[in-house]
């Protein structure tokens, strides 16, 4: 979750960060909640996945559509507005993972998709080198935001700000 909202906007990140939860209040949240536990309900396998970040720090997943059978983690969204995003954090998951030393059972790493529900659409997603650096930045510029004791500047408002939960603290 903070990885995707990093992705998307720092300062939503910095706010999650900081126990600040406006997602109860959002219909868009809701929504999303219910597609995913709906659309593909008989996959769910709930785990709670924990590793090391390659400079020692702790890291936590709970995942929610791991199909450990097929040896695919699935990722459940809405629509596609965010898509760099939904990849950067399912990546994550698949990081995280492999850090775990999680894997098929053939050995090979696990795969990512991410679903598309009312798009009837899916997408693979995988985890290579290029993407590990990145994630690796990522969790350090999550945990240089964690330190922080103010929110980061906000960005000009954009399009998707309109149904983020947390536009009332920003522009309200």
Request: overall charge positive; proline content about 7%; glycine content about 6%.
């Amino acid at each position: 979750m903070l990885v995707g909202y990093h992705a998307v906007c720092p300062r939503k990140a910095w706010y999650a960060l900081h126990g600040l939860a406006m997602e109860h209040e959002s219909e868009t949240v809701a929504l999303g909640r219910l597609l995913d536990r709906t659309a593909y309900a008989r996959r769910q396998r709930p785990a709670l996945i924990e590793a090391a970040a390659p400079d020692g720090s702790p890291l936590a997943v709970m995942l929610d559509g791991v199909d450990l059978r097929a040896g695919v983690l699935h990722e459940t969204k809405k629509g596609r507005a965010e898509a760099h995003a939904h990849r950067l954090q399912l990546r994550f998951y698949l990081w995280v993972l492999a850090r775990a030393g999680v894997t098929r059972a053939d050995g090979a790493p696990l795969t990512g998709r991410l679903d598309y529900p009312a798009l009837r659409r899916s997408e693979a997603v995988a985890l290579g080198p290029e993407h590990e650096e990145e994630l690796a930045a990522t969790v350090a510029a999550l945990a240089a935001l964690a330190r922080q004791p103010t929110p980061p500047e906000r960005h000009p408002r954009r399009s998707f700000c309109r149904r983020c939960a947390f536009e009332p603290l920003c522009f309200g």
